[in-house]
């Protein structure tokens, strides 16, 4: 007989996720038709969200400054891959036990895409159902959306990937927890590269007696930075286009606009388009992910802990200069050169704090 506790034992000693959890249909009594379940699987009556942990140290080389690659092959696309092959065990084994099953992959909404096409026929739900999955996972229990829209789960902060499936089996709901882990410290905003994260500006819904509330992010700086097009988090761009100034921050496209730019201008930097055959995540969250981890474990915030480096790491997030690289010497097109003088430290308007921390 199917029930949470035998999904959760084979989604977590068979399977390997790192957390599953299911919501009642009825906590989706709210949503906008173009995000209610209903409308994908009319007889859903269970969502069942599960994670996969971000190896920490998958984050190492970005904080470092030094190597993105590897954020990108393991806790980005390679990490939705290990998701997908986590979705089809998952699928088999609620199918076995005699109910339907249906998965949903994490894409964008179908308002980032542009305006909603109108429904396949008159009365029928809209043509485009997207459920996002941060809202599923805290409806199903297993964390809470943090003030970066990241998010987060008492066992790894900011660190995991999250999957969904839709089942028409009548499962026991977990809890719904938040509250407890973003604390507001407003450390993502800060070190966010791409300004995408807004200090004031928030989204909230109202659930079960849950305020869930998140920043306004804006999708198309943080599609730009998140593609590789900010001088300030990554060199490719710079490195490709050293006469280039485009300050992401000064940017105001869509997430549309960001997602096209990104995909025109990928094909031309060939660290990344080596990488993989789409744009590659080349932000490395450092603000959303990398910052606010670094937060958490200073707070004790974080079950996963480390022994060596209890903290991520205590150094000052950098910044590349995205000021022309034809300023430092003669431009020739592709350069890089290393005795060009250092370009100056970016002005901060954020104090330090105790700690030491913008
Ligand atoms: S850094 Fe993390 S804990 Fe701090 S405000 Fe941002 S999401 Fe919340
Ligand atoms: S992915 Fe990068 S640009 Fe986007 S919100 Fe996170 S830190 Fe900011």
Redesign the pocket.
């Known amino acids: 007989m199917l029930t949470t506790q035998s999904l959760r034992d084979y989604a977590l000693n068979v399977v390997q996720v790192d957390k599953i959890g299911v919501a009642n249909i009825e906590r989706f009594d709210a949503a906008p038709p173009d995000m209610d379940p209903r409308n994908i699987m009319p007889k859903a009556r269970s969502v069942v969200v599960f994670l996969k942990r971000i190896i920490r140290g998958t984050c190492r080389g970005v904080d470092e400054g030094t190597h993105w690659s590897s954020y990108h092959v393991y806790s980005y696309a390679g990490l939705s891959a290990m998701l997908g092959t986590a979705k089809d065990k998952l699928l088999r084994f609620i199918e076995q036990n005699g109910y339907d099953a249906t998965p949903l992959s994490a894409i964008g909404t179908s308002r980032e895409f542009g305006p909603t096409a109108p429904p396949a026929a008159p009365g029928l739900p809209p043509r485009e159902v997207v459920v996002q999955h941060r809202i599923a996972g805290t409806l199903a229990g297993l964390g809470e959306i ?3 829209k ?1 998010f ?1 789960t008492k066992e790894f902060g ?1 660190r995991q990937r999250l999957g969904i499936i839709l089942t028409d089996a009548e499962l026991e709901p977990d809890p719904i927890e938040t509250g407890a ?9 800060v070190e966010c590269p791409g300004g995408a994260i807004d200090r004031d500006r928030s989204v909230s819904i109202d659930v079960e007696g849950h305020h869930i509330e998140w920043n306004d992010l804006d999708l198309g700086k943080c599609k730009l930075t998140h593609f590789g097009l900010n001088k300030l988090s990554g060199p490719f761009f710079a490195k490709r286009f050293p006469g280039v100034r485009m300050a992401v921050g000064e940017q105001e496209v869509t997430w549309l606009e960001a997602w096209d730019l990104g995909w025109a201008m990928f094909p031309t930097m060939p660290a990344l388009s080596a990488l993989s055959a789409s744009p590659v995540a080349a932000c490395g969250a450092r603000g ?1 992910i990398i ?2 981890m670094k ?2 474990e200073a707070e004790g915030a974080v079950e996963n802990t480390f022994s060596t480096r209890p903290i991520f790491s205590d150094g000052r997030p950098w910044r590349l200069s995205e000021e022309p690289g034809h300023r430092f010497e003669d431009h020739k097109g592709f350069t890089w050169n290393p005795d060009a003088p250092e370009a100056e430290e970016p002005a901060r308007d954020e104090p330090r704090n105790d700690e030491g921390w913008y």
Do not use: E, F, I, T
């Open positions: 943090g003030w970066s990241v987060l900011p882990l973003c604390d507001r410290c407003k450390r993502c905003v959303c910052g606010c937060h958490l």
